[in-house]
């Protein structure tokens, strides 16, 4: 795993195995961003299979299966689509093609595995309602900062528990690290990444959704700007954006690409939750200039102040009740209604989000 390039980030080892070796077969499709190692890695780690793998690039196969030996590279989208053994599909396709790529998965009746983000245009979003609804297939999303970030989910089993009371306000830092020269021409076309809230900013709004339990909010204000990147001019280096749910939790967000070169991770990924009778800070990936570990949360309630580092300690639950949402067709890992609001809000965001001019 490499902490210092958060395109190829893939925690490893920690989920719970669910099924029998050889009873859950999935496939990779489209390999075009390196979170499809985390993806994949995950559902291994929970028990499932990967048995396929296919990209028009066969170099990129080659790089998967030297990390995963048994899966076979076939010669064709279609050999995965029309294998009957295969019940999932995970892409980290091109972000404008991920619903598209969905929708054929889906129609061949598999579920769908995509990485964030999962659309890049709301008539995407709208289109993939549909074919989720006359399929009955999933359309699940890969929100990383979340589902595979152990401080993460011990915040969350702490919000569960009431150990800050309900979650009025949350504020979310998601600073990336550019590294340019390692990046495809499309990661700098607006219409094929669709703008830094629309990308890396969904990771944020998921998260607001999950700890407030909002189903439902408002964006209120968004921007964003170009302010280092010029000769990528349509590349968004820096966004944020301020939103509203319907209980009345607030949340604010700032996502960049200006991560330092000094710092020992790709970016130093921070969630402040404030609860009614508490706070908790997590520190995803580093804990600057303390500890080089990541995982570590901040609780402070009335039994007082604590310092938990939990690497380790609670592991990735989100794959294997993925792998069995798949097969007993219940929504334990995420419901689809959820994977989509977090969608439609970081687009919204994305459309009304007024865009800086930077003077110099």
Known sequence: MNRNDGMNYA???KSKRVVEED?????????DHGHIYGMCQGLVDAGAT???VYDPDPEKMKALKSKFPSVECVTSEADILEDPTIQLVAAAAIPSERSS????VMKHGKDYFTDKTPFTTLGQLEETKKVVQDTKQKYMVYYSERLHVESAVYAGQLVEEGAIGDVIQVTG????RLNAPSRPDWFFKRDKYGGILCDIGSHQIEQFLYF???????????KVANYTSKQYPELEDYGDATLVGENGATHFFRVDWHT???LGVWGDGRLF??????????RKYIDVAKDTRGDHVYLVNDDGEQHLHVSGEVGFPFFGELILDCIHRTENAMTQAHAFKAAELCLLAQEQAEIIHPSK
Do not use: M
Request: positive net charge.
């Open 11 to 13: 925690p490893k080892g």
């Open 23 to 31: 009873t859950f077969h999935f496939a990779a499709i489209a390999l």
């Open 50 to 52: 990967l048995t396929k």
């Open 101 to 104: 790529l969905g929708n054929r």
């Open 173 to 176: 830092f998601g600073p990336h």
């Open 212 to 222: 407030t339990g909002n189903s439902e909010a408002t964006v209120l204000h968004s």
């Open 260 to 262: 330092p070169d000094g």
């Open 273 to 282: 939750l404030t609860g009614t009778k508490g706070t908790i800070e997590i």
